[in-house]
């Protein structure tokens, strides 16, 4: 079957740094993203990999290793703004996208 | 504004009544998917339009579920004889469709509450 794991909940202080994971097993890949949700808004695109490596765009960067079916996001400079939930996203063989369950960023000042 | 629109916003029912939300999107973008989402999980694919054909429906959508883009725009989604377990926040997304792979950009959602 075709699963994205991510941790449920990551609290942070304002300021700070943290890195959310993101694990894949999709049949086939052609792409992952990372969208932002605040509750009860629709999601925004934050990022976009296919090749490995990082993407650093302000203080938002994703990586991607597409052999060990991973992933991360990594938020700098924490602002209260930035509590979220954070969702990551796979386009499949079949181009299905196919969507983790996200993840709850609680910004603590 | 030219994002995606979606209505209503909310809507409560009773159980049984149908409903139908309608969404725009983005006037050049060709790609349009519902999708499903509930509290705490990440969306659950429904369908896709290419212009106006449906390519894709997901086999969890009962017979209950259909949408339409009768012109290749907006697109409307209707559910018959609703039940309890049909509320959830349903998001339309849009895309420009010139890859298979392009950036979703999605309407603020229609929030259905069945009583």
């Known amino acids: 079957g075709q699963n994205i794991d991510q941790p449920t909940e990551m609290t942070a202080t304002e300021g700070a740094i943290v890195q959310i994971n993101c694990t894949y097993q999709t049949s086939g890949f052609n792409g992952l993203f990372w969208y932002q949700q605040h509750a009860g808004e629709a999601p925004t695109f934050l990022s976009y990999?296919?090749l490995d490596g990082l993407e650093e765009k302000g203080r938002f960067s994703s990586f991607l290793s597409r052999s060990k079916g991973y992933s991360y996001l990594l938020l700098k400079e924490l602002q209260m703004k930035d509590s979220a939930s954070y969702l990551c996203a796979v386009w499949d063989s079949n181009y299905q996208l196919i969507w983790g369950a996200g993840t709850k960023l609680i910004i603590k000042p | 504004d030219t994002g995606v629109s979606q209505n209503p916003r909310h809507k409560i029912t009773k159980r049984g009544q149908n409903v139908t939300f309608r969404c725009d999107p983005i006037s050049e973008h060709n790609r349009l998917y519902w999708y499903r989402q509930t509290l705490g999980q990440g969306p659950e694919f429904l369908t896709y339009?290419?212009?106006?054909?449906?390519?894709?429906k997901s086999r969890l959508l009962s017979d209950r579920f259909s949408a339409e883009r009768p012109k290749g725009s907006f697109s409307t989604l209707e559910i018959q004889r609703t039940e309890q377990g049909d509320s959830a926040m349903y998001l339309c997304a849009s895309s420009l469709g010139t890859t298979d792979t392009g950036e979703l950009f999605f309407g603020e959602g229609s929030r259905l509450t069945v009583l």
């Open positions: 990999n296919v």
């Open positions: 339009f290419q212009n106006e054909a449906q390519l894709e």
